[in-house]
């Protein structure tokens, strides 16, 4: 966003804000608060960032994430501090973050970014181990859709030493952004260019691994390069 973004576009109604801390206040009428936009922007997400805090001081870390229903998921080891932390109950902060262009001005100050982003409040809790292994199958799925019918399922002690942590979207935030530069009148003779620069995550073809003897790449592994995300 540039500084220029907040003054250039007038402030909106946040009313339907579901709590004080998710209240938009810079730039408010880029904010929504509805599921879909949020679960869009979640769906076309493989990592997220958790923030929280400990006797350390405050850290943000990324890792996998994938939605099912009302919840985020996260998974990891059962060492993991992050997670430890977040059993007990510690309150974190989860945001994903889509970059869809530079914008580019007349000016410095109107410089700008095209994005989609998301913000989760509140309390991760623990999947409890009759669920875990389904959960897992979801995420899977979310990687690959079809894959988990023909790898091997995680076993008795692979899943035991695995926490898997979800946290609701009651407490969200979507925020976006599109569009071109918003330059001042002054500027719009400036004779340089302006536009968009955009950006997407774009698959690539797919490289076998060459540890074993080759196999027929299944249909989803053949499509990926052509896939459209989002």
């Known amino acids: 966003m540039s500084l220029a973004d907040t003054v250039n576009e007038p402030a909106a109604d946040t009313s339907a804000a579901p709590s004080p801390r998710t209240r938009v206040r810079r730039v408010a009428q880029r904010a929504h608060y509805d599921a879909a936009t949020l679960h869009a922007i979640l769906d076309e997400a493989y990592v997220c960032h958790v923030a929280f805090a400990d006797e350390h001081g405050v850290h943000c870390i990324p890792t996998a994430c994938w939605r099912e229903g009302d919840h985020l998921y996260i998974h990891g080891s059962n060492g993991s501090r992050m997670l430890r932390l977040a059993a007990d109950g510690a309150q974190v902060c989860v945001t994903v973050?889509?970059?869809?262009?530079?914008?580019?001005?007349?000016?410095?100050?109107?410089?700008?970014?095209?994005?989609?982003?998301?913000?989760?409040?509140?309390?991760?809790?623990?999947?409890?181990?009759?669920?875990?292994?389904?959960?897992?199958?979801?995420?899977?799925?979310?990687?690959?859709?079809?894959?988990?019918?023909?790898?091997?399922?995680?076993?008795?002690?692979?899943?035991?030493?695995?926490?898997?942590?979800?946290?609701?979207?009651?407490?969200?935030?979507?925020?976006?952004?599109?569009?071109?530069?918003?330059?001042?009148?002054?500027?719009?003779?400036?004779?340089?260019?302006?536009?968009?620069?955009?950006?997407?995550?774009?698959?690539?073809?797919?490289?076998?691994?060459?540890?074993?003897?080759?196999?027929?790449?299944?249909?989803?592994?053949?499509?990926?390069?052509?896939?459209?995300?989002?």
């Open 97 to 230: 973050t889509h970059l869809d262009g530079l914008v580019l001005a007349r000016s410095a100050f109107n410089h700008s970014m095209n994005y989609r982003s998301a913000v989760i409040y509140g309390v991760f809790e623990a999947v409890t181990e009759e669920y875990k292994a389904a959960v897992l199958d979801a995420f899977m799925e979310h990687i690959a859709p079809g894959r988990r019918h023909e790898v091997r399922a995680g076993s008795r002690k692979e899943l035991a030493a695995t926490t898997v942590m979800r946290i609701a979207l009651a407490e969200s935030v979507t925020k976006i952004r599109t569009g071109g530069p918003k330059d001042d009148e002054a500027d719009m003779d400036r004779p340089v260019w302006a536009g968009v620069l955009p950006l997407t995550l774009a698959p690539s073809p797919p490289v076998a691994d060459t540890a074993a003897p080759e196999r027929e790449a299944p249909v989803y592994v053949k499509a990926w390069a052509n896939r459209q995300d989002g």
